[in-house]
């Protein structure tokens, strides 16, 4: 393994978890709640499905705008990363429906138990998250060395 020395950018990375970790900060402060990206995106969905008012959901929708307006206003500041996808869209589908199941039976997902659980030392959240990272790891091994 080398390091991409040209493309390594840690003030970049520093802000961008200084900003996650004030963003959810905030959010746990004014809702008292964390700020799960898999919760706050399933309560509105739940929502328009039970034909309930979406005004009860006014922070979390304007929480998931300022994620999809992101990449925008950094845009404005330099060039977005180039992304390269090396699968074809059923494995990306099937990747994501897996990621669902694991968010539903695990209670949370990466933001809510790496981000805002480990940082208030839930033990549950750190089993979480050897529990998905160990997956990850073991999932790119097999793909890469084994198939």
């Known amino acids: 393994m080398t390091i991409d020395w040209n493309g390594f950018t840690p003030w970049s990375a520093l802000a961008g978890g200084v900003l996650i970790g004030v ?16 919760g706050i995106v399933a309560a509105p969905l739940r929502a328009v499905l039970m034909g309930a008012s979406l005004a009860a959901e006014r922070v979390r929708l304007l929480f998931i705008g300022g994620l999809l307006i992101a990449p925008w206003v950094w845009r404005l500041f330099a060039p977005l990363p180039v992304a390269r996808v090396d699968v074809g ?8 429906l897996l990621v669902g199941v694991g968010v539903r039976m695990g209670n949370g997902c990466t933001s809510g138990h790496g981000v ?10 750190l089993v979480n998250v050897l529990a998905f990272m160990g997956a990850g790891v073991a999932t790119v091994f097999v793909l890469r060395h084994v198939l």
């Not at 963003?23 to 898999?38: E, S, W």
């Not at 659980?117 to 959240?125: D, K, V």
């Open 23 to 38: 963003a959810t900060a905030l959010y746990l402060l004014g809702n008292g709640r964390v700020a799960g990206i898999a």
């Open 89 to 96: 869209w059923p494995l990306i589908v099937v990747a994501g």
């Open 116 to 125: 805002c659980g480990l940082s208030r030392w839930s033990l549950r959240s």
